[in-house]
């Protein structure tokens, strides 16, 4: 039978959101406080949720252990505790929640091979968050 | 269509061990999960049953009958349980939070009159839950 499964994660970093392709001013009237030089952090909370049938000897739609460790070495080494802008991924790429939530879900789409990938959600903070599902309608 | 959804929190423990598997591959697989005299968790169900809205009572379902057949099915033969010794179904199965989600919607599912059922979810902790819709 075929379930799906969400594990929380968090990490922390700190992000500007600035475009070249806009005017200073504009820039400051997009993006408002955000567009602090200096930037500023978020404890991100990433949700990942996977699918697929029940393992009828583990019990599992995948060992928590393949899954854990995946997104520690691809996600949370990778952005926990690190300014956004300063990585390769973000040279040409504005680090807004949404552009961070395909990221990662294109990042587990091509490496994670043990289970489906069916959501990633990012909580910016308590107010604000994210849902990206490659494009699907997201299951409630 | 309206979605309701009813939350319950239930304390049980449990362990993960497969016979078929050799000691080292329970050990292996279930880490420390396998541990034989258990450990618990402070589950959090929530049942999300959808439904027309009856025009005379305003309702998609009786809550207080959808509580007595959650209190009686569920939380009356899980809460502050051994799920492995207890809880028959686990007597073949590994009480995973998959199969604790499997387990819980077959007992609702029959149960329920009118509302139809669309959605049990378990927490094992806040950081990790299973959604089981009663897909083959």
Not at chain 1, 85 to 95: A, G, I, R
Not at chain 2, 107 to 126: D, F, G, I, N
Request: with cysteine.
């Amino acid at each position: 039978m075929k379930a799906h499964l969400t594990r929380r994660y968090l990490f922390s970093a700190s992000h500007r959101l600035h475009s070249d392709d806009m005017s200073d001013e504009e820039n400051a009237a997009t993006y408002g406080k955000c567009n602090n030089p200096y930037g500023h952090g978020h404890n991100y909370v990433l949700g990942v949720t996977v699918s697929g049938p029940v393992d009828e000897k583990t019990g599992m739609v995948c060992n928590l252990v393949d899954l854990d460790g995946f997104v520690q070495v691809a996600i949370l080494d990778r952005f926990d505790r690190q300014n956004l802008n300063m990585l390769p991924e973000f040279t040409e790429v504005v680090p807004t929640t949404e552009n961070l939530s395909s990221m990662i879900y294109d990042i587990l789409q091509r490496g994670f091979t043990h289970a489906h990938l069916e959501t990633v959600g990012i909580e910016e903070t308590m107010m604000n968050s994210f849902e990206y599902a490659g494009g699907s309608e997201i299951r409630r | 269509m309206v979605y309701l959804t009813r939350k319950a929190e239930f304390a049980a423990s449990h362990y993960y061990h497969n016979p078929d598997f050799t000691a080292e591959e329970n050990r292996r697989i279930f880490g420390k999960c396998n541990n034989p005299n258990g450990h618990g968790h402070n589950y959090t169900l929530e049942v999300t049953v959808k439904g027309e809205v009856d025009p005379r009572s305003g309702f998609v379902v009786d809550l207080r009958q959808l509580k007595e057949v959650l209190n009686r099915e569920v939380l009356d033969a899980m809460d502050h349980r051994f799920l492995n010794k207890e809880v028959p179904e686990f007597s073949t199965r590994i009480p995973t939070t998959e199969n604790l989600a499997i387990a819980i919607w077959q007992r609702l599912a029959s149960k329920l009159q009118k509302a139809q059922l669309h959605r049990v979810r378990v927490y094992e902790t806040p950081d990790l839950f299973v959604d089981f819709y009663g897909e083959a």
